[in-house]
């Protein structure tokens, strides 16, 4: 095999290994299966989610898996879709890779006051690195696009963990 078709079937390999990592990102939240979740990201992960008022900030992996596990367990039910992924390797580096995806996360908390739905629609901004253990998120920026549904859902569904 030639070194430019290896180096494309790898290329094609690690396209599917960034996307499979992605999805199971979104998987992990909605099945709150914690250490799935956290095998996504790098030990210390960039977190911008300054759209839903979360600022910038370098995290260990823990406080992020923590934050989430926080914020999403209180919810009746929730679904997080990742669809349209669109990769880009660093020329540069070929251990470093960006995917580009929509998000369309919905949360329901059963007799809520005020409506039991809400839906947040924007993208990532996926930055992935390889490891030893596979391609792993090691910064994610939040786009939110718009917002539906019950915006005080996510402080109900936070209280309902904490107490």
């Given at each position: 095999?030639?070194?430019?078709?290896?180096?494309?079937?790898r290329q094609?390999?690690d396209?599917q290994?960034?996307s499979?990592?992605?999805?199971r990102?979104?998987?992990a939240i909605?099945?709150?299966?914690w250490?799935?979740?956290?095998?996504?990201?790098?030990?210390?992960?960039?977190?911008?989610?300054?759209?839903a008022?979360?600022?910038?900030?370098?995290?260990?992996r823990?406080?992020f898996?923590?934050?989430?596990?926080?914020?999403?367990?209180g919810?009746?039910?929730?679904?997080?879709?990742?669809?349209?992924?669109?990769?880009?390797?660093?020329?540069?580096d070929a251990?470093?890779?960006?995917?580009?995806?929509?998000?369309?996360?919905?949360?329901h908390?059963?007799?809520?006051?005020?409506?039991?739905?809400?839906?947040?629609?924007?993208?990532?901004t996926?930055?992935?690195?390889?490891?030893?253990g596979?391609?792993?998120?090691?910064?994610?920026?939040q786009?939110?696009?718009?917002?539906?549904?019950?915006?005080?859902?996510?402080?109900?569904?936070?209280?309902r963990?904490?107490?």
């Amino acid at each position: 095999m030639s070194a430019d078709l290896e180096r494309r079937v790898r290329q094609i390999e690690d396209r599917q290994a960034i996307s499979d990592t992605v999805v199971r990102y979104a998987v992990a939240i909605d099945r709150g299966d914690w250490e799935l979740f956290a095998g996504c990201l790098t030990e210390v992960v960039h977190i911008d989610f300054s759209d839903a008022g979360m600022p910038a900030a370098d995290l260990p992996r823990e406080a992020f898996v923590a934050f989430a596990r926080e914020a999403l367990s209180g919810f009746t039910a929730r679904q997080h879709l990742s669809p349209n992924h669109l990769v880009t390797f660093d020329p540069e580096d070929a251990d470093r890779a960006v995917c580009e995806s929509y998000m369309y996360a919905q949360h329901h908390l059963a007799g809520a006051e005020g409506g039991d739905f809400f839906l947040m629609r924007g993208s990532y901004t996926n930055h992935l690195v390889r490891t030893a253990g596979g391609w792993r998120i090691e910064r994610l920026v939040q786009h939110v696009s718009w917002p539906e549904g019950n915006l005080d859902l996510p402080n109900m569904a936070r209280a309902r963990v904490a107490s």
